[in-house]
Every structure is written in C-alpha cells, then in structure tokens.
C-alpha cells in the first residue's frame, strides 16, 4: 500500500529533488502542487515537472495555495498521510517591494494548508522554515532555541509567523508538526536568482556581477543533497508534535572566497559590481544543527569546496543543451 504525501511547491528547487527521491525510493504516491507563478520564469519549473511526466506515481495540480477553495478541491477525494509544504513567496529582498503578497502566501496560504490538514486528518506536516527568521542575531552559530522576534525583512516575519502557527495547530488539533530552518540552499536545479546560480551565469558570461556591501558578509551554504536528506528524516520523525530543526552544512563562507571557487571551478575571473548593503540582507548565517543530528541523523556531508563545482557541472550540462 502505497503512502500518499502531498508537496506543495513540488515543481521547484527543493520541491522536484524531493519528488525525484521519493520516487526513486518507491511506495509513495505523490501529488505536487504548484502555482507555476511568475516570480522566475515559469518555464523552469515546467522542465522540472518533466521529468517526472511518465511516472504513475506522481499527480500534477496547478493551485494557489492563497485560494483555500482550489485547495479544498485538492483534498477532495484524498487522503494524505503527510504533507511537506515548500511553496511560498521566498527572498528577502522582493519581499521589501511587495510585502502583503508575501503575507498572503507564506501567512494564509500556510494556514490553508493547515486548516485542511486538520479537517482532512493529515498527522505529519513538514514545514519549510529559514535561516532568515533568526535575523540579525548576535550569538552564532544560530540554535533553535534562539529568539526569533527580531526578523528584518517581511520574507523572515512571515517564515516566523508560519512557524507559530504550525505550534498553535499542533497544540489544538494533534498534528505533528516539524519545521525546517533552511540555510542558503543550493545545487542542480536551484533558482536562477539566487547568488550561486546568478553569479555562475554572469562570470560564465563575462559580465559584471552585483556584490552588496564590502563581500565580508558569510553565509552556511548547503547541498541540496543533505537538505533532503533532512527533510525525509522530518516526513519519518515521531518524537514530541512540534519541533523545529536547522538544516544546514554548519560551516560559513564568506561571499569573497565564494567568488573566488565559482571563478576556479568556471576558469573565469569575476568582475565585481559594487553595490551598497541591501536593506534586509544578514551579516551571517550559521546553523548550529546538532539538534537535527541527535533527533533525525542529519548528517550534510557536501562541503563547499565541493559543491560549487558540482553546481558548475549541472551548469554547463544545462548550458550545453540549450536549456
């Protein structure tokens, strides 16, 4: 009897490795929701359902999760064991030009999801959180007991007020309920907004590329590859009904030395754009996630130093059939 688990969000980056895993591990019947919005091109995530348009396994709704009716029909007729929810307006930086739509995405569209869950008896919900909820906060590296009142952008006070809300249903409604602190994803398929994607693109073609404040600002990069291995130990957890995990390589890397392995792994030099501090951009990021190794044998073995040129390889695999 196969399990069945609802992701949202599964036609894009973290979404479609997840569905890939899924299926390569077999007895799941997974159904993707997706609004195939246009915050990066469409096409995109369109590639990414197709690799998976000849699986019997895997069922494709275009929904907006903000629209609780075209949910309901969703779970008209379905019954899911377990839901990991992975759409959402994300980036901090649009976040300060369009606030309420990220409100009302990642605050009522979460609480959709949850309401159905409840009426719909879904036991386990998977929650992708950030690092950026942690904010500006000065103790590193950030554990999940460490305040998260003080978020500076609407992108992190909405992945916070998603978290609370995911307590409160546990707390009502017995639901399990884990939430995922990611930190600065990356690896095949990853948007191309983001700074590694961005950056390969750029140095590969000999542009310029945007660095905001001084390149002293550090981040805790992590492989795609060890934040499903992170999220398919939360689908699995049952310990206490609302936990929240940091899933990240806990190492930093400054955004300098950053350039510096995209420029060896892609032969070029960077050119640097320099550009003021941006409004809601952190410092650091830095995940202290002994907790997801004692509680879900998280175990992000993907260093750095090897995972950009992984990255750069499925970018020129890409590049090289015109995609």
């Not at 009426?119 to 909820?133: D, L, P, T």
């Not at 103790?139 to 609370?164: H, Q, R």
């Not at 945007?210 to 699995?236: E, H, K, L, Q």
Request: charged fraction near 25%; proline fraction near 5%.
């Amino acid at each position: 009897m196969k399990k069945n688990v609802l992701v949202t969000g599964g036609a894009g980056f973290i979404g479609s490795h997840l569905v890939g895993k899924l299926l390569a591990e077999g007895g799941w019947h997974i159904t993707i929701v997706d609004d195939l919005n246009d915050f990066y091109s469409p096409a995109v995530k369109r590639a990414n359902l197709a690799l998976f348009a000849d699986s019997p396994d895997v069922e494709f709704i275009e929904a907006d999760i903000r629209n609780a009716a075209s949910l309901e029909r969703v779970f008209a007729g379905r019954s899911f064991n377990t839901i990991v929810h992975l759409a959402a307006r994300a980036g901090v930086r649009p976040s300060l030009a369009e606030p309420q739509l990220y409100i009302e995405t990642n605050i009522n569209g979460t609480t959709n999801l949850l309401e159905l869950a409840r009426s719909g008896g879904v036991r386990q919900f998977v929650f992708g959180s950030s690092s950026s909820v942690y904010g500006e906060n000065k103790k590193v590296p950030f554990a999940e007991d460490d305040p998260i009142f003080n978020p500076i952008s609407p992108y992190a006070a909405t992945k916070a007020a998603g978290e609370l809300i995911c307590h409160t249903y546990s707390h009502l409604f017995n639901i399990r309920t884990v939430c995922l602190r990611f930190f600065t994803v990356y690896g095949a398929r990853q948007r191309p907004d983001l700074a590694i994607h961005k950056f390969t693109r750029l140095i590969d073609e000999e542009k310029p590329i945007p660095v905001f404040g001084d390149g002293s600002t550090r981040r805790d990069y992590t492989y795609i590859d060890d934040i499903i291995g992170g999220v398919r130990a939360a689908m699995a957890y049952d310990g206490s009904m609302h936990e929240v995990f940091n899933l990240g390589e806990s190492e930093t890397t400054e955004l300098l030395r950053l350039i510096e392995l995209l420029e060896a792994a892609l032969g070029k030099k960077a050119i640097i754009d320099r550009q003021p501090p941006q409004p809601g951009d952190v410092p650091i990021t830095f995940a202290d996630v002994s907790k997801a190794r004692r509680l879900l044998a998280y175990d992000p073995r993907t260093k750095i130093e090897d995972g950009i040129p992984k990255f750069v390889e499925w970018f020129r695999s890409e590049k090289a059939a015109g995609a």
